[in-house]
């Protein structure tokens, strides 16, 4: 619809130009100037008016505007520059000013505004709404008050216009109570001024006056309009007002604006009806994108994530193409599941998307990669980022805190200074860094320069870091006294480091102290009661842990029920603790019998401080054992097989024995163990991913059809998390040329090598290894990886595969699924090789090279896997 006026405007303003407006009116210049939707046309018909002379005032303030709504404010000042000398009339000025401030050109607005009084051009009612949206916009309080004052002395303080922007503007200035007497003092009131105030209590966080504002304007018999009822149901925050407000939707024939409805959507999703919610959205008849974006951002608001990225999907199914603001809902809900395979196909649509807010999105998906536990993406994502601010610089620093890597946060926290200036965000993503890593003389050096050095005034949060700083280094007379010292109020955060310090340290009578003031502030915060109480356990003060137990269920406060999530192949499954849901129940605890007696030989004890109930100490461990994180890791060890981490979220906060152990499980698995909970990400594995990807990496199949090549790149791709190219696959989608005249079996072969040549090339380039299995049947194959890993700074292997036994991999060639391309028997597998003669057998050079024997007696493709990891890791 939208192009067909524009083409109709095309052929309009064309056949102007071409008659040259020799009968052209005013009134014609007008609706033509109206029907001009590009730049382009405009300036078009601009010469033509000048040519024909056609120079009314009216028509070049309808120019102005034109321009300025195209967004062209140069050529709309331009013009304005030229008319304001020969015309004092107040309304080409406000022309002007509604153009700079529509087009975020706040201080030439207010600039412009200081000339008026100087060419004796009066404001009038119209000005000074402009001027105060401005005021609006950039939080100016001062600016708008004087504004005000203006108003009051021209006369147009009280004028309907004037006093609702000063409504919205004080409201968005922080002082509701103005708005209120500005309200309130009005001679006469539209529905716009209803919106207004209602709006107002909406910014301000009012939400229950907005809704008496909205009350006692229907009992005024006021009607609603759109405005009026998208603030009201902004305000709604109770599911029997959000019934009662459908109601008045409905009454007024509301219902089938686009925008109300998803405003009445969210405002059910907001009172937790999400099912309500999602049955509107069902029943839309036209679902544009913000109605797709507002029903997942809903689902990702209401902790519900697998129904957001489902939702997703089949948005993308319909062919409705996202834009930045969706893909943040979608993140958002990625970020609860803290699934890193989840999160790596939703940065290839982002990457496919090519959208604006580039900024917003990578730091985005870096914040993604580091809730998922992947301090290795996170890093590709911060290192290609093509600009970066505050906030990507500080969750890359949090980033490596949280994994324990304070040196590298303080040297990235190094490199930010010398660019840009850090903020308190900063400032408490660098602290906790130091905290988690040990770096206490770090710490207090960066605490001291916040005001010294960067004039950064420390906030609570900051005060909790260096609590937790002392706490972790068992300083925690110090941690008090510092606490003692603080200028401002302690808050929870503050208290809650240094309670969980007292838990690391077994300190009871801090504990009590620091639990004491916690109560006090958060008494509905179930973790505070817990907390405390297993300090007293651990000591042996049943008695007093009872107490607390006691204490959190008289005031009914209910604790959380624990969880632990682990993805395989996609699929959540979720466990809590002695769980026997899952069908595999009797094999998992099998399995964790038989790993608990390993790491018991490694030198693991239980820590039984962590069970409360009173009962023998092998019933404490059995229920140690029970615990959902150790559940979840020994499903992910017998699902996952040979894969080389296991990644678990935990929605409480990790137990202390569950920490222990998993270190354990870690070193006698030989397993990186990704844990997310409440607290943090930690990261426990012998690290040999990160190790081997430290740059890009090549590695190439090598082998002959049917020697096994494909099944151990596959493997293999799983376990290092690599991409796969395959030329097969690629062969496959050459069929139809196949089928061809031209279509030969060399150029074929040929083609699907440059193919897969520039889908490698493509990967390297943004820093992403890849595995290639192909038959790399020639030198020329080999050359051309050579040149390629040179081009892109990667290294090269090459894993070939040569079975032994002939006559299994005889069996394995004639057993597998026939393909048009490939040999499927022993006789046109020979014929093959002849075919080559001898071309294969070629000399590597200097490029790593490892032989497998994939039919080798009792290695099995784990045992294949884990030997080729290790020459990598040797390479």
């Known amino acids: 619809m939208r192009i067909c006026r524009a083409l109709q405007a095309t052929a309009v303003v064309k056949s102007s130009l071409q008659l040259k407006l020799k009968t052209s009116t005013e009134d014609t210049c007008i609706s033509l100037i109206k029907q001009c939707h590009t730049l382009k046309y405009l300036k078009a018909l601009h010469a033509s008016i000048l040519r024909s002379l056609h120079l009314h005032l009216h028509s070049l303030t309808n120019l102005i505007s034109h321009y300025a709504s195209l967004g062209s404010i140069s050529y709309a000042y331009t013009l304005f520059s030229h008319c304001n000398s020969f015309s004092n009339d107040a309304f080409l000025w406000n022309v002007m000013l509604r153009g700079l401030v529509d087009n975020a050109h706040y201080h030439r607005s207010f600039l412009l505004y200081t000339r008026m009084p100087h060419l004796h051009i009066a404001p009038d009612n119209f000005t000074f709404p402009f001027l105060l949206k401005a005021c609006a916009s950039l939080r100016i309080l001062n600016l708008g008050s004087q504004l005000h004052a203006h108003a009051f002395v021209y006369g147009y303080s009280s004028h309907v216009f004037v006093a609702n922007s000063l409504i919205s503007m004080y409201a968005k200035c922080g002082l509701f109570p103005v708005s209120e007497r500005v309200f309130d003092k009005m001679p006469q009131r539209s529905i716009v001024s209803w919106s207004a105030m209602i709006g107002a209590c909406l910014q301000c966080g009012f939400h229950e006056q907005g809704l008496l504002l909205f009350t006692r304007m229907l009992d005024q018999g006021i009607k609603p309009n759109r405005a009026s009822i998208l603030n009201a149901t902004a305000c709604v925050r109770r599911e029997n007002a959000a019934h009662h407000m459908h109601r008045v939707i409905m009454d007024n024939v509301l219902d089938n604006d686009h925008s109300v409805q998803n405003a009445t959507m969210l405002m059910f999703a907001r009172c937790g009806r999400i099912d309500l919610a999602r049955s509107l959205f069902d029943g839309f008849t036209y679902k544009d994108l913000v109605c797709w974006a507002s029903m997942i951002d809903a689902y990702a608001r209401a902790d519900l994530p697998l129904e957001a990225l489902l939702l997703f999907n089949q948005m993308r199914l319909q062919c409705v193409l996202p834009d930045s603001i969706t893909l943040l809902a979608v993140i958002q809900a990625c970020s609860i599941l803290a699934s890193l395979h989840i999160a790596r196909t939703l940065h290839a649509v982002i990457i496919r998307c090519f959208l604006e807010c580039q900024l917003v999105l990578d730091t985005a998906v870096l914040d993604l990669y580091m809730k998922c536990g992947s301090l290795t993406y996170a890093r590709k994502v911060f290192d290609n980022m093509k600009g970066r601010n505050i906030i990507s610089w500080s969750i890359m620093i949090s980033g490596y805190g949280m994994h324990g890597h304070g040196k590298?946060?303080?040297?990235?926290?190094?490199?930010?200074?010398?660019?840009?200036?850090?903020?308190?965000?900063?400032?408490?993503?660098?602290?906790?860094?130091?905290?988690?890593?040990?770096?206490?003389?770090?710490?207090?050096?960066?605490?001291?320069?916040?005001?010294?050095?960067?004039?950064?005034?420390?906030?609570?949060?900051?005060?909790?870091?260096?609590?937790?700083?002392?706490?972790?280094?068992?300083?925690?007379?110090?941690?008090?006294?510092?606490?003692?010292?603080?200028?401002?109020?302690?808050?929870?955060?503050?208290?809650?480091?240094?309670?969980?310090?007292?838990?690391?340290?077994?300190?009871?009578?801090?504990?009590?102290?620091?639990?004491?003031?916690?109560?006090?502030?958060?008494?509905?915060?179930?973790?505070?009661?817990?907390?405390?109480?297993?300090?007293?356990?651990?000591?042996?003060?049943?008695?007093?842990?009872?107490?607390?137990?006691?204490?959190?269920?008289?005031?009914?406060?209910?604790?959380?029920?624990?969880?632990?999530?682990?993805?395989?192949?996609?699929?959540?499954?979720?466990?809590?603790?002695?769980?026997?849901?899952?069908?595999?129940m009797d094999l998992i605890y099998s399995e964790l019998g038989k790993l608990m007696e390993r790491i018991r030989q490694e030198g693991y004890i239980p820590d039984v401080s962590f069970v409360l109930h009173d009962v023998e100490g092998e019933t404490k461990e059995m229920m140690l054992y029970a615990h959902s994180e150790k559940l979840a890791i020994v499903f992910g060890l017998i699902k996952l097989g040979h894969e080389s981490s296991i990644r678990i979220t935990k929605n409480l906060r990790m137990c202390g024995d569950c920490h222990t152990a998993t270190k354990f499980i870690s070193k006698v698995t030989g397993r990186e163990i990704v844990v997310r909970d409440s607290q943090s990400v930690n990261a426990m594995a012998k690290e040999l991913g990160e190790e081997i990807t430290k740059k890009p990496l090549i590695i190439a199949?090598?082998?002959?059809?049917?020697?096994?090549?494909?099944?151990?790149?596959?493997?293999?791709?799983?376990?290092?998390?690599?991409?796969?190219?395959?030329?097969?696959?690629?062969?496959?989608?050459?069929?139809?040329?196949?089928?061809?005249?031209?279509?030969?079996?060399?150029?074929?072969?040929?083609?699907?090598?440059?193919?897969?040549?520039?889908?490698?090339?493509?990967?390297?380039?943004?820093?992403?290894?890849?595995?290639?299995?192909?038959?790399?049947?020639?030198?020329?194959?080999?050359?051309?990886?050579?040149?390629?890993?040179?081009?892109?700074?990667?290294?090269?292997?090459?894993?070939?595969?040569?079975?032994?036994?002939?006559?299994?991999?005889?069996?394995?060639?004639?057993?597998?699924?026939?393909?048009?391309?490939?040999?499927?028997?022993?006789?046109?597998?020979?014929?093959?090789?002849?075919?080559?003669?001898?071309?294969?057998?070629?000399?590597?050079?200097?490029?790593?090279?490892?032989?497998?024997?994939?039919?080798?007696?009792?290695?099995?493709?784990?045992?294949?896997?884990?030997?080729?990891?290790?020459?990598?890791?040797?390479?």
């Open 408 to 584: 590298e946060a303080l040297h990235l926290f190094d490199q930010m200074k010398a660019l840009i200036k850090p903020d308190h965000v900063t400032f408490v993503s660098i602290l906790s860094a130091c905290s988690h890593a040990g770096l206490i003389n770090e710490g207090w050096e960066c605490f001291d320069s916040m005001v010294r050095d960067f004039g950064v005034t420390p906030t609570s949060e900051h005060y909790a870091c260096m609590v937790d700083l002392l706490g972790r280094a068992g300083q925690l007379n110090q941690a008090l006294e510092f606490i003692e010292k603080m200028p401002v109020r302690p808050e929870a955060g503050v208290w809650g480091a240094l309670l969980g310090a007292c838990r690391i340290h077994s300190n009871v009578e801090l504990a009590e102290i620091a639990a004491n003031s916690l109560l006090n502030l958060e008494a509905e915060n179930p973790g505070r009661y817990v907390l405390l109480s297993n300090i007293y356990a651990s000591l042996g003060k049943r008695r007093e842990a009872y107490r607390i137990r006691n204490l959190m269920k008289s005031r009914g406060v209910k604790k959380k029920v624990g969880w632990t999530s682990i993805e395989i192949k996609g699929k959540m499954y979720t466990f809590v603790a002695g769980d026997r849901a899952n069908p595999e």
């Open 701 to 875: 199949m090598k082998g002959h059809p049917g020697t096994g090549k494909s099944t151990l790149a596959h493997a293999l791709a799983s376990a290092l998390k690599f991409p796969l190219v395959d030329k097969d696959d690629i062969r496959d989608s050459t069929f139809p040329l196949h089928q061809q005249p031209q279509g030969s079996h060399a150029l074929l072969n040929h083609l699907s090598y440059e193919a897969i040549w520039r889908v490698a090339s493509t990967q390297l380039h943004l820093g992403i290894s890849v595995i290639i299995d192909s038959p790399l049947s020639h030198r020329t194959h080999l050359d051309r990886l050579i040149s390629l890993a040179a081009s892109a700074g990667a290294r090269l292997l090459i894993v070939e595969c040569r079975p032994s036994d002939e006559a299994k991999w005889r069996e394995r060639l004639e057993g597998r699924e026939k393909s048009w391309h490939k040999p499927t028997s022993w006789e046109e597998l020979q014929e093959l090789i002849k075919g080559y003669g001898g071309c294969t057998e070629y000399d590597v050079g200097d490029v790593p090279k490892m032989v497998v024997d994939t039919t080798a007696p009792n290695l099995g493709v784990e045992e294949l896997v884990s030997s080729v990891v290790r020459f990598i890791a040797s390479s």
